[in-house]
């Protein structure tokens, strides 16, 4: 019944851009039911060219009046004007579901007491290369192929609702986000402790970039101690975390089975974990670092929404 409605989209960044191609790609919705919006027109172009049924503005208004559901990705800094500029044109069956960290339900309702859903994605989802393989596909209508790779679901999307979302309004949310993604709800039992959706959100939506500058510095430090080419290298330790995460993910190993078989007695894996044992406290040094960032963000916008 959802796949019925009206759905407008704001923000076409990083992450608006990847879930709507991702949620366009699905072919699930009437493409003249589809709105997205961006503050730069011009950002739009492929998106239509791409999806020519699809209407695509920078008036956030008019996308307001016309949409029955909007998904909000922009930057923290600017939803506070958005759902200003919104709201006289939001109605009480008016679904918000927003991407934005940081920003509570109670922010929100200090603008628009509707329903409202926050789902933080993840640029770990089905990428776009995986998007161009799926247009392939459907252009040579290869079905099992189309099916296997729809089948693979990447990053893992956390999801939470506030008391006025509806069973119908969660499940098509849950059941959408599920079609690319992990999905972990995140109920209200668990958003009683705040840091329960910081650590969350710091695994799934800051995991890409930590793994990835992990990543590009052991590359760079090892490259330093002998002459084999960087990219050689990192296709090297790229090519191992995917293996690693396929044994974890899908074959059932458990991290310290991993550890265990890697290391054998007398070997020098064992001195580079101990090592990272050792010190762990960095982990944990960013760890504050990122809390403390999160309290400060969350002062500043607690004063800006008047609590
Ligand atoms: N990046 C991630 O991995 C990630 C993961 C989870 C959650 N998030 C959250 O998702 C949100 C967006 O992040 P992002 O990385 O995609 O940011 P971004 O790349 O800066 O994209 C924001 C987009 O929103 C547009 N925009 C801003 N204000 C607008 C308005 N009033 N009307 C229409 N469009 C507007 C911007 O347009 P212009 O380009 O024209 O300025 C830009 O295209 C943030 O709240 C972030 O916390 C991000």
Redesign the pocket.
Known sequence: MENRKKLGF????????LIINNILSLNLFDFKNIIV????LN?LNLLIEKYPDITVT?D?KFLAMESDIIFI????E??K??LE?IKPYLNENTYLI??????SFQMISKIYNGKVSQV????ASKSESDLEKLTYLKRLNDLDEILELNRKKHGVSLISHNELVEEENKEFLEDLFSSFSDIKVLGRENLENERNMEVA?ILS??G??LISIFIKNLVKLSNSYCNLEKEELENILIKTVKSTATQLDENNQTIDEIIRNTATKGGITQVGLDYIQNNNFVIDTMLKELFKTYDEKITILNKQYGL
């Open positions: 704001i923000g076409y960044g990083n992450i608006g851009k919006s961006n503050r730069n950002k920078s956030n990705f922009i930057g923290t600017d939803v004007n958005l500029e927003h991407s934005v960290a940081a920003l933080i994605p993840s640029m959100t939506s800051c890409p970039a």
